[in-house]
């Protein structure tokens, strides 16, 4: 999609996914509810990335919108769409009425698993939790130890699993055989987990867990049996994570190197940064996830392989379904944030965190207004010499390119060759909003345009704000583009 360049220097890049639809967004179609691609075919990334050059180097930054519609699916479809879907509560009248009492007895039996999983975590009780799990799947038994351990290391409002369907043509006879036992399929589970003092509502996420009964008990024997392609997975189903607390952040790493504790303060600076100019009211607490692993990453995210090659750092609302005050998290691309060098990673968490207090994953303010905005906040709490923050669009000035309007949301799309000065040029126009008329009257803007509910909002934010028409702001934009650059 892009190329390092420069001093190595990235920043920016978020999903933007719940209430997707309220937000004017380059869509790709949703790959969720597919099943895997065969090896080698193409792949079309679940989000639409967004990949720009700034200022110190390489920028990326990505915003996606219809995504939860493919989750919602997984989580009310069984993992092959062709098979019949099953759950305890509403059998489906196709099957016949021996296999919707069989599914009703899946269902109960997986359900009874989960509840006693669900206990052991709020109990605490890691033997009640090991309990639950296949005693012959020794791998998985592991894993486990670690998930609890992990469980145990997050401040935990809540955790629930729900059964939610299953398929009981989705474990090949060859894996039933090797699972042993009386009976054994895969079901969807929704886990749902709150973090104290972080999440207004809890996380969710659909994950395949497998069951196998044996000596008339029903155990767990898998977490991670044929996932599909953009479902998403818990951070704390990854790996050991180290969790760091700070006054405003939790850093949460699966990365051993990575010094958790260094990321929390830089975090509680970005908090401070962004209510300076956005102001206190709004929760000021901030969750990064800090993967070790370009495919850890992708796990979290729900991507593809490779989608996130270029992209420094994620802004995605956890959830399968959209709902206000969804829990968001910031999370980073291991290799790329590791390069920022500190200076980088402060631009790039303020302009994350930016998008948190704002709740741009829930918001219909236009693209311009929300990466302008997030990068005016970055660059007044680090500031960057012009001339490189927006290199490219001075250039393009220069050729003679003055941009004939805003930027619009295919100006933001990853294949745009005009993204960086897209992302340039919206910085700018917030920036000449603040010049002209104060940065009190850019938030008012910003807010005004978030809590309208009219097609017409942001035309009547630019009358009631700033007391003229949008034509006549580009106007007054493009001569300032053009003085800056020098022309
Ligand atoms: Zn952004």
């Known amino acids: 999609m892009s190329r390092l360049t420069g001093a190595g220097e990235q920043r920016g890049a978020e999903v933007i996914d719940e209430q997707g639809d309220t937000v004017p967004l380059p869509v790709v179609p949703p790959t969720e509810d597919k099943p895997e691609p065969p090896p080698g075919s193409p792949s079309l990334p679940p989000f639409g990335p967004i990949v720009r050059k700034v200022a110190l180097g390489l920028a990326v930054c990505l915003v996606a919108g219809a995504a939860y519609a493919g989750l919602r699916q997984i989580a009310d479809a069984p993992a092959d769409p062709n098979a019949p879907v099953i759950t305890g509560q509403t059998p489906q009248t196709s099957t016949t009425p021996d296999e919707a009492a069989e599914g009703v007895r899946r269902a109960a039996a997986g359900e009874a698993v989960l509840q006693k999983m669900a206990t052991a975590v709020d109990d605490d009780s890691r033997s009640g939790f090991l309990a639950t799990i296949d005693p012959k799947a020794s791998a998985f038994r592991v894993s486990a130890r670690t998930i609890f351990a992990n469980l145990g290391k997050l401040p935990l409002a809540t955790f629930q699993l729900r059964y939610v369907s299953d ?72 790996g050991a994570i180290d969790v760091a607390k700070g006054d405003h952040s939790l850093v949460i790493s699966l990365d051993g190197e990575a010094d958790a504790e260094s990321y929390v303060s830089v975090t509680d600076r970005a908090v401070d940064s962004v209510s300076d100019v956005w102001g206190d009211n709004w929760r000021r607490k901030v969750v990064v996830y800090l993967p070790a692993t370009q495919a850890q990453m992708e796990y979290v995210l729900g991507a593809q392989p490779n989608t996130y090659t270029q992209i420094a750092a994620v802004t995605m609302a956890e959830l399968d379904t959209p709902q206000a005050g969804a829990p968001v998290r910031i999370v980073a691309n291991p290799k790329l944030f590791d390069e920022l060098g500190r200076q980088g990673r402060r631009i790039v968490l303020t302009h994350e965190t930016t998008h948190v207090a704002s709740t741009a994953t829930a918001s219909p303010v236009p693209l311009w207004l929300a990466e302008g905005f997030a990068d005016y906040v970055a660059f007044t709490a680090v500031p960057v010499q012009d001339e490189s923050a927006a290199k490219e669009l001075f250039k393009a000035i220069r050729a ?27 910085w700018l126009a917030c920036r000449l909003i603040s010049e002209r008329e104060g940065q009190s009257k850019l938030v008012k803007f910003y807010r005004t345009v978030h809590l309208s509910k009219s097609p017409t909002g942001l035309a009547d934010a630019f009358r009631t704000v700033l007391g003229m028409t949008e034509q006549e702001f580009v106007v007054e934009w493009q001569k300032y583009l053009k003085r800056l650059a020098g022309v």
Do not use: C, H, N
């Not at 060859?174 to 973090?195: N, P, Y």
């Not at 390119?401 to 992302?423: G, H, I, R």
């Open 167 to 238: 398929d009981p043509a989705a474990l090949t006879p060859d894996r039933q055989t090797e699972l042993g036992g009386t009976a054994s399929w895969l079901a969807q589970v929704e886990v749902s987990w709150q973090l104290k003092g972080y999440d207004a509502k809890p996380a969710r996420e659909t994950i395949p867990v497998t069951f196998v009964t044996r000596d008339g008990t029903t155990y767990a024997a898998s977490f991670s049996e044929r996932f599909v392609a953009g479902q998403r997975r818990p951070i704390w189903m990854l």
């Open 400 to 426: 003679g390119k003055v941009p004939s309007t805003l930027p619009t949301p295919e100006a933001f799309a990853a294949s745009s060759t005009e993204l960086p000065q897209a992302y340039e040029s919206a």
